[in-house]
């Protein structure tokens, strides 16, 4: 199953919340706050990796989430920071962001009531840390039902949708990452709060949570050529004979329901990329067959390699196919028609191909490469050719 585009949900990490302690020893049990800070949470990275082919993986698994920072402990005791989550997709991933990132207000701080250090160290259950198992964390949760009307409710607001998507990213590069969702920060521990004035704080910091947001992932396949004709010109055949790839052939339009993308080895151990997309229609920039849906992947192609049924198989006029097929691109994106390309006329072992070849040349006036994708007459002029289009 091929998969070009994809929507997901990215979160990433939140971080840490600060910890409540005081220093209870042998001998000294009035001692001063060792609440620790919590950790910062995992971002989410994206990768683009030259060893996949497409976002299938993502289709199955459309929701995407770091670790969250550990809390802070006693002792001074920092919280782990949450690990990095690294996602691969394809070379040629663009990135559309879909809706605003949840990123909060920043730090939000619990104040408790007013309490006196006698009442404090009377009630050692509300010290400690504060998220722990037992009374401690009882005494929390009573603590921060209890807190005053300045403290914020840390609960994340849902993603808002944009108006329009966003590009926010386009890995063309093996290794190449981008932060797609931030890890939140962690919060202090009340020992950051502690002063010559304030010697037993009970303030401390919730983490910040992490960034979430809705994405869409596009494919557009990188390639040296592409191959661009109506269904059942000859494009796979083609692809098959100057490629090491292997795509499904047939007698009957639409054989081709994904694109392929093979390897041309040249001398000096040079190669190139040859893509192959679904035949287009009439009204394929519309959203008519299955052109609209893989248009794109020829937008990053440096050459197009125009190919027209010259025999005319299943009764049509190679000369209306050619200003169709420019129509079609034109209207799709004006900027495909300044890529060099190349017009092949194939099938020309037919008889009434050599016919159709004068006619065309009378109507079009562009030069044309005559091959026989079938039985490999004309292939490695074409490679040639090819080769000296390539910038």
Same mark, same amino acid.
């Given at each position: 199953m091929f @998969? #070009?585009? @994809?929507?997901i949900r990215a979160k990433a990490g939140n971080g840490g919340n600060g910890c409540v302690a005081f220093r209870r020893e042998q001998f000294e049990?009035? !001692?001063g706050p060792s609440g !620790?800070? !919590?950790g910062a949470g995992g971002d989410i990275i994206l990768i683009a990796d030259k060893n996949i082919t497409d976002l299938s993986d993502y289709h199955f698994s459309p929701r995407l989430v770091a670790d969250s920072g550990g809390h802070g402990q006693g002792k001074d005791c920092s919280g782990r920071s949450g690990k990095n989550k690294f996602f691969k997709v394809p070379i040629g991933t663009q990135v559309y962001r879909l809706s605003k990132p949840t990123r909060q207000l920043g730090y939000q701080r619990y104040r408790p009531a007013a309490a006196t250090e006698e009442e404090d160290f009377k009630n050692p259950s509300m010290l400690g840390i504060p998220y722990r198992t037992g009374r401690a964390k009882q005494a929390l949760a009573a603590a921060e039902a209890a807190a005053d009307a300045e403290s914020i409710a840390t609960t994340p607001e849902a993603p808002v949708d944009l108006p329009e998507r966003e590009l926010v +990213?386009? %890995?063309?590069?093996? !290794?190449q990452q981008y932060v797609l969702a931030s890890g939140g920060g962690g919060g202090r521990g009340n020992t950051a709060f502690k002063s010559s004035s304030h010697q037993t704080p009970r303030e401390f910091e919730y983490g910040e949570p992490g960034e979430e947001l809705h994405v869409e992932m596009e494919l557009k396949t990188l &390639? #040296?050529?592409g191959l661009v004709g109506f269904p059942n010109a000859g494009k796979s055949t083609l692809l098959s004979k100057l490629t090491r790839a292997h795509p499904k052939i047939a007698a009957y339009p639409f054989t081709t329901l994904t694109p392929n993308v093979g390897l041309v080895d040249l001398p000096n151990y040079t190669r190139m990329t040859m893509a192959d997309i679904p035949g287009l229609i009439d009204g394929a920039h519309t959203g008519r067959g299955l052109g609209y849906d893989f248009l794109r992947h020829i937008e990053r192609c440096r050459v197009l390699l125009i190919l027209i049924d010259m025999a005319g198989v299943d009764a049509r006029k190679p000369w209306? #196919?050619?200003?169709? =097929? =420019?129509? /079609?691109?034109?209207l799709y994106n004006k /900027? *495909? %028609?300044?890529?060099?390309?190349? @017009? @092949? &006329?194939?099938?020309?072992?037919l008889p009434v191909a050599k016919k159709n070849l004068a006619a065309f040349k009378r109507k079009r006036k562009v030069p044309v490469f005559n091959i026989s994708a079938g039985d490999g007459t004309g292939l490695p002029? %074409? %490679?040639? +050719? *090819?080769?000296k289009a390539l910038p």
């Amino acid at each position: 199953m091929f @998969v #070009d585009k @994809v929507r997901i949900r990215a979160k990433a990490g939140n971080g840490g919340n600060g910890c409540v302690a005081f220093r209870r020893e042998q001998f000294e049990d009035s !001692g001063g706050p060792s609440g !620790g800070s !919590g950790g910062a949470g995992g971002d989410i990275i994206l990768i683009a990796d030259k060893n996949i082919t497409d976002l299938s993986d993502y289709h199955f698994s459309p929701r995407l989430v770091a670790d969250s920072g550990g809390h802070g402990q006693g002792k001074d005791c920092s919280g782990r920071s949450g690990k990095n989550k690294f996602f691969k997709v394809p070379i040629g991933t663009q990135v559309y962001r879909l809706s605003k990132p949840t990123r909060q207000l920043g730090y939000q701080r619990y104040r408790p009531a007013a309490a006196t250090e006698e009442e404090d160290f009377k009630n050692p259950s509300m010290l400690g840390i504060p998220y722990r198992t037992g009374r401690a964390k009882q005494a929390l949760a009573a603590a921060e039902a209890a807190a005053d009307a300045e403290s914020i409710a840390t609960t994340p607001e849902a993603p808002v949708d944009l108006p329009e998507r966003e590009l926010v +990213a386009d %890995l063309v590069e093996d !290794g190449q990452q981008y932060v797609l969702a931030s890890g939140g920060g962690g919060g202090r521990g009340n020992t950051a709060f502690k002063s010559s004035s304030h010697q037993t704080p009970r303030e401390f910091e919730y983490g910040e949570p992490g960034e979430e947001l809705h994405v869409e992932m596009e494919l557009k396949t990188l &390639a #040296d050529i592409g191959l661009v004709g109506f269904p059942n010109a000859g494009k796979s055949t083609l692809l098959s004979k100057l490629t090491r790839a292997h795509p499904k052939i047939a007698a009957y339009p639409f054989t081709t329901l994904t694109p392929n993308v093979g390897l041309v080895d040249l001398p000096n151990y040079t190669r190139m990329t040859m893509a192959d997309i679904p035949g287009l229609i009439d009204g394929a920039h519309t959203g008519r067959g299955l052109g609209y849906d893989f248009l794109r992947h020829i937008e990053r192609c440096r050459v197009l390699l125009i190919l027209i049924d010259m025999a005319g198989v299943d009764a049509r006029k190679p000369w209306d #196919d050619y200003k169709q =097929l =420019l129509d /079609e691109l034109k209207l799709y994106n004006k /900027e *495909l %028609l300044q890529k060099p390309r190349i @017009v @092949v &006329a194939n099938k020309m072992d037919l008889p009434v191909a050599k016919k159709n070849l004068a006619a065309f040349k009378r109507k079009r006036k562009v030069p044309v490469f005559n091959i026989s994708a079938g039985d490999g007459t004309g292939l490695p002029k %074409l %490679l040639l +050719a *090819l080769r000296k289009a390539l910038p």
